[in-house]
């Protein structure tokens, strides 16, 4: 790590008055490191113990966010887990860290007794497999769970196989919305351009969900062609459409779609405009930055959540400032959403404001702190 993180870390821990890993003059940068680090996995450890099941599930999604090999064991224990979201944020989080012991993860909870568990093992060993996973994926075309086929038929096509896209392409045909939207999400997950015009034929559906759900599926994966399409599905009535298809405007390079997006920032709905600013943002204009002050003072919750998170991903002169906002929130899905936002935005400017969340009243945003701290210290 570069001198001027350890500076930042050191004056960092000195401002915020960090007792538990308190420094001295005389000590070096890579000692206080490494205590900091041994602190934040006893956070972890001791979240993992939590009788809250959601705690115990952040605890194994910052484990993987940490990126690092020292917790691979933590998050074989963490697959063991009797809560089902555990489970998967382990195998999810293992694949950060590991591809071999991912893939070993994943073979052994091909079996595991809840069905989007089964899936996403399925899954992975599409993305992380060679060319004899197809035997061990096979199998499960005949799984009685229709999440499980579909996520056999997507393995197939990423290991090669294309033999099984009919699974999918007759998933987005009919039948409820849910199964329909399984089958969509896989098929946005392969992005070839094999399967993206059936996905684009969807932005027709009559059903406002399957417009979503295809809407995010194609996501970095759209192209001019459908330009004029996205513009019209700006207006929809349906506010989730709206903003949807203000993101994936936001994927096309240039000034396309520049002077709806910013029509957007005056929409009626709290989501269409902060989404209009996001898409703006990728597309390098600094037009409706105040989007994201207003959103971090919205009074509902999960607008100043969904806030806050987009600012991981987004690169803007204030985002330092606005997340140490969104970081003293006094809701805990906001205060999550802004740490890991922080551990996104990474950088040594992020080191301060992840030690102050190391004392936050809240087990799961400590947790969050603690991986995203890890991360920052490799």
């Not at 196989?161 to 392969?190: C, F, P």
Request: glycine share 8%; net charge positive; aromatic share 6%.
């Amino acid at each position: 790590m570069k001198q001027a993180l350890f500076r930042s870390l050191i004056f960092a821990l000195l401002w915020v008055g960090f007792a538990d890993v308190s420094v001295t003059a005389q000590e070096k940068p890579s000692e206080a490191m490494d205590r900091i680090r041994s602190h934040c996995i006893t956070i972890l450890e001791q979240a993992m113990k939590s009788e809250n099941a959601f705690v115990r599930s952040a605890a194994a999604r910052a484990a993987g966010e940490s990126e690092d090999p020292a917790l691979i064991s933590f998050l074989k224990k963490a697959a063991q887990d009797s809560y089902h979201t555990t489970r998967l944020f382990a195998l999810q989080g293992m694949k950060t860290i590991s591809t071999v012991e991912a893939r070993s993860l994943a073979l052994r909870m091909t079996h595991d007794q809840n069905v989007w568990v089964r899936g996403a093992a399925v899954e992975m060993l599409g993305d992380l497999g060679d060319g004899a996973s197809g035997k061990f994926i096979r199998p499960y075309l005949e799984a009685p769970d229709r999440a499980v086929r579909y996520a056999a038929a997507g393995a197939l096509f990423k290991l090669g196989d294309r033999s099984e896209l009919d699974v999918l392409l007759d998933g987005i045909k009919g039948g409820n919305s849910t199964d329909r939207y399984q089958a969509i999400g896989y098929l946005g997950k392969i992005g070839t351009e094999e399967v993206i015009p059936y996905l684009v034929r969807l932005l027709e559906d009559e059903e406002d969900e399957i417009v979503f759900y295809s809407l995010k599926a194609i996501g970095k994966s759209v192209d001019k062609s459908i330009l004029a399409r996205l513009i019209r599905l700006t207006g929809h009535h349906n506010p989730s459409v709206r903003y949807q298809s203000a993101l994936v405007l936001g994927e096309l390079s240039g000034v396309s779609g520049l002077e709806t997006l910013r029509s957007l920032c005056s929409d009626s709905d709290s989501m269409v405009r902060l989404s209009a600013a996001v898409a703006l943002s990728r597309k390098g204009s600094d037009d409706c930055r105040d989007v994201f002050v207003t959103a971090l003072q919205n009074p509902d919750y999960g607008i100043r959540s969904t806030a806050a998170r987009v600012l991981g991903k987004t690169e803007l002169p204030s985002r330092e400032q606005l997340l140490s906002v969104a970081l003293g929130d006094k809701n805990i899905r906001v205060r999550t959403s802004a740490t890991r936002a922080v551990g996104m935005m990474g950088g040594h400017k992020a080191f301060q404001l992840l030690l102050s969340r190391l004392e936050d009243s809240q087990e799961v945003v400590r947790a969050y702190a603690a991986g995203n701290l890890i991360k920052l210290m490799k």
